[in-house]
């Protein structure tokens, strides 16, 4: 698979059919408005499908069947080997898919196939099979009582979740939704982001084949003002979970007041800082993993580490080491195994970027890309972008840029370097280099931030939750910890003869 050309993957990638309908109780059905939006390719402005465009109505129907399926019981009230067994299948599909969900996600919004190949489909079937795993390893309570009393505590599923997901890992980001929900018994109606449906109906399609129940999982394409909305202020949604930006969690905040008070979770925003300390003996690592916290899938990555501290000591020769890294990393096909990096999803977004790379020309010192460029004449590119020197208060190193632009930030003293971390709204990530031990402990406790990094950049697995602080959102993506979001503690107390 690795030794695919850049014909093999253009070959297979014209080869593909794209599910354009909606997925609503078990089958794919066009929009009730009959409403379709383009889904374009990013790298070459070419119209892919023309996929159904979901609103109220459409919303309102999936969520009608995942309630009907919930209440008769074949999913929610399943042996927990039952529903082992189907998402374990589930996993085994998108393995055997393998490469069809990568090229999905790589046309839709512009990733390197082979990251889509490597990181993102395999990973996906990862989460579904971890959680698959943990369904019946999950026990129940007993809470102490006096003699005569019975009081068994219950983890039970919420009913109906809402899942908004983003369009930078749109495989991902469904799958750490969809298969902590499913594994605690719900049923989901899912909707993804605009940009990027395409591998989230297939992924409906795999589930269907593996016996998940009709009704149990749906997908409504749609737009957020519409579809999403919809689902935001539905009286039957029972939580709902949403990454995305921090302004449009909080827009679903207040869904949540207007409708029925349903839970919400968001993961949203990040302006993660990487603090390279002068005690770190591997400054190559050091910058082969800075430069991948934030060129990595163009720095679209919520938890990018966009704001790099360096001590003055070894400011300048790391600066250097980054320009270095940064030259290497010029954009190209994705479909290109060559390429270091893909396409930014949309225009909307390139300009943005742009934008923030204009302003920046005049207040920091550029030392490293700053162009927007085109392959073959086509696409959304942006090459990797380097700024030294920037002040801590600049919008460089304040605003979420969710693109591949770095600002290197010089600190003086290990209290600076924490203060200007932790000056921000965010609280995502975080990344410490230290070769001092104590400074590893004392520095990574001091950092506000859901997750921090120690001698490497945005660490994460199945088995360690992903989430933030301040407004980074709060609850827990990944882990056991994630349930707590799809589930409810159920007292039952049997009062008996003793």
Known sequence: MLDYTHEDWKTRAAALKFRHQAFIDGRFVDAASGETFDCINPATSAVLAQVASCDAEDVDRAVTAAR????????????????????????????????????????????????????????SAQFFQWYAEAIDKIYDEVAPTGPGDLALVRRVPLGVVGAVTPWNFPLDMATWKSAAALAAGNSVVLKQAEQSPLSALRLAELAAEAGLPDGVFNVVPGFGTTAGKALGLHMDVDTLAFTGSTAVGKIFMQYSGQSNLKSVWPETGGKSPNLIFADCENLDAAADMAAFGIFFNQGEVCSANSRLYVERAIKDEFVERM????KGMQPGDPLDPDSKMGAIVDEAQTAGIMCHVEAGRKSANLVAGGDRVTVDGKGCFVQPTVFD???????????????????????????????????????????????????????????HAGTVSVNTVDALSAQTPFGG???????????????????ALKTTWIKYQA
Not at 89 to 109: F, G, P, T, V, Y
Not at 397 to 402: L, S, Y
Request: negative net charge.
């Open 323 to 326: 320009i270095t890294r940064a």
């Open 389 to 447: 020197d920037v002040s801590h208060d600049n919008p460089l190193a304040r605003d979420e840029i969710f693109g591949p632009v770095l600002s290197i930030i010089p600190f003086d003293t290990e209290e600076d370097a924490v203060r200007m971390a932790n000056d921000s709204i965010y609280g995502l990530a975080a990344s410490v280099w230290t070769d001092n031990l104590n400074r590893a402990h004392r520095v990574s406790d001091a950092l």
């Open 68 to 123: 009907e399926a919930f209440e008769a019981g074949s999913w929610s009230r399943a042996a927990p080997a039952d529903r082992k067994a189907v998402l374990l299948k589930l996993a085994d599909l998108i393995r055997e898919n393998l490469e069809e969900m990568a090229l999905l996600d790589s046309l839709d919004m512009g990733k390197l196939v082979t990251d889509a190949v490597t990181v993102d489909a395999p990973g």
């Open 469 to 487: 602080m301040k407004q980074s959102g709060f609850g827990r993506d990944l882990s056991l910890h994630s349930l707590d979001k799809y589930t």
